[in-house]
């Protein structure tokens, strides 16, 4: 095995134990915790495809910033392990059976993509996550498109103050 | 040497180089504890601490012993887990800064070219962020395992104090940024040194005074001590600490205060450049050397203003800091951004 076998396995145990660990913990704080560490996971694995800015954009977007908001409502509503609702039975059940179902979905999925066959994950050789590439695709072939998006978060922000302005 | 198709010899080079960064760190933010209280000492008249050893010198490892030697308190309603992984994060982050920082030029070891820098990503600053932003955690994790009123408030409130100002610091950057047109440090540094280029003060000079706003806000450094204002929260974020945890917390804001200023000695005043020198006439190591020095100097006077400004000026008041942040500082680096895109745009 190579360097990048063991990093990719490794990091991916990691992500899937951390997003099980967000699922079962019984408490909100430790759930956010290990949505953190899957984020971690996952900026290595854009690491591994020599993607450097993507990894850096969602830990400081995703684990910095939002995960913090998280944490910061969390924290100031004070819900601990016992105040959580419990279901019953036959709703875990449902759910179960429903995610289950998902899953098979989307692995069958993937099987049988035309655009994933025959395709190999660029580990090292691949540079358009490269910041320089990344920067001249996004402002050269996409620029409508990106322009577009930063209108909307634009009026997401200025709408996020209209609503909180208390008068 | 090469086992699984690695340079060993890579490694271990990386590993003694971080060896030796992470404890001159941890020794260069031993003794700003000390110059923190001879600072304070002068600018308030009096003598400081003197009598451990000659001047005093020792001071910092007595307080050290005394922080280790200590009885280790951990509160019975505390969350145990998270109340001991706060500090040790807290630590962590402040000292992961130092990756990417450029301490020196290039020294030839054993026949081997050794750049003095443990990491040259082409990310280098987005990483300083990143890292800054991970920090956040020790300080919520920390006040919120204590189960504490007054810990969870300081918590908040530097959590949001670090949010905001990291807003304004980064659209500060991007003015840099458009400059260099480099996220490498080590880039950035080289063109400051280049013959005919001034540093970067020079050609941002409102972007360097918002920078070191916000790097102040972000140690939470007086006057941005909100999350351990005594007169309001007892003690801040660390109040039901003990110990060595507390000394972790007080520590990394040591360890954040020296990355800080060789971040921003190198943004902005030429990292290891020695000033009306140019270093090519020097041999290749004694070079590397000198501007490793050079560059210790800068992170210095930096940490010196720091505390000047810490003895200074007294506390804003929450709203106060808040407005300063959003109202005053994000604006002032929008305009700073625009009049730097207008330059940039007119000489093309």
């Known amino acids: ?167 | 040497m090469t086992l699984l198709a690695f340079d060993w010899l890579l490694i271990i080079e990386k590993l003694v180089l971080i060896a030796i960064i992470v404890f001159a760190s941890l020794g260069i933010a031993l003794y700003t504890t000390f110059a923190e209280r001879k600072v304070a000492a002068i600018l308030q008249d009096r003598p400081g601490p003197e009598r451990a050893g000659p001047f005093g010198l020792f001071q910092p490892f007595a307080d050290g012993l005394k922080l280790i030697m200590k009885e280790e308190i951990i509160p019975s309603s505390a969350n145990r887990n998270l109340f001991i992984l706060g500090p040790g994060l807290a630590m962590t982050a402040a000292l992961m800064t130092c990756a990417v920082i450029p301490w020196g030029g290039t020294v030839s070891l054993f026949g081997r070219e050794i750049s003095l820098q443990i990491a040259d990503i082409n990310i280098g600053i987005l990483y300083v962020f990143g890292v800054v932003s991970v920090g956040i955690y020790g300080m919520m994790i920390g006040g919120w395992a204590s189960n504490n009123k007054f810990s969870l408030m300081a918590a908040l409130r530097g959590a949001s104090q670090a949010i905001s100002y990291e807003l304004a610091m980064s659209i500060a950057l991007i003015a840099l940024l458009m400059t260099t047109g480099s996220l490498s440090l080590r880039t950035i540094v080289e063109q400051q040194m280049a013959l005919g280029h001034l540093w970067n003060i020079a050609y941002q000079p409102l972007g360097f005074i918002l920078f070191f706003i916000c790097a102040m806000a972000e140690c939470n450094r007086t006057p941005f001590d909100l999350p351990e204002a005594e007169n309001e929260l007892n003690f801040g974020y660390h109040q039901e600490y003990s110990s060595m945890k507390l000394g972790f917390y007080l520590f990394s804001e040591y360890v954040n205060m020296i990355m800080s200023s060789a971040v921003m000695a190198s943004l902005y005043f030429g990292g290891y450049d020695i000033p009306f020198f140019n270093e090519s006439v020097l041999p290749q190591n004694i070079a590397a050397l000198v501007g490793v020095g050079a560059l210790l100097i800068k992170i210095v006077i930096f940490i010196f203003v720091f505390m000047w400004i810490r003895w200074t000026i007294p506390r804003f008041r929450y709203d106060q800091l808040m407005n300063l942040g959003w109202k005053s500082l994000i604006p002032l680096a929008l305009v700073n951004m625009l009049i730097t895109g207008a330059f940039i745009l007119a000489r093309m």
């Open chain 1, 1 to 167: 095995m190579s360097i990048t076998e063991i990093l990719f396995f490794f990091l991916s145990a990691l992500a899937i134990g951390s997003a099980i660990m967000v699922l079962v913990s019984k408490n909100p704080v430790y759930s956010v915790l290990w949505l953190v560490a899957v984020f971690f996971a996952i900026s290595g694995h854009y690491i591994l495809l020599n993607a450097q800015f993507l990894a850096i954009v969602n830990l400081i977007v995703y684990a910095g910033a939002i995960m913090v908001l998280f944490l910061f409502v969390i924290m100031l509503m004070n819900l601990n392990a016992h105040s959580e609702p419990q279901k019953n039975l036959w709703m875990k059940l449902a759910g179960v059976i429903s995610g289950g179902c998902f899953l098979m979905v989307l692995v069958s999925l993937v099987r049988q993509a035309n655009e994933l066959s025959n395709k190999k994950a660029l580990t090292v050789e691949g540079n358009i996550g490269l910041i320089k590439n990344l920067g001249k695709v996004l402002f050269n072939d996409y620029v409508v498109s990106f322009e577009i998006t930063s209108v909307l978060f634009l009026s997401a922000m200025i709408g996020a103050i209209v609503i909180g302005k208390k008068d």
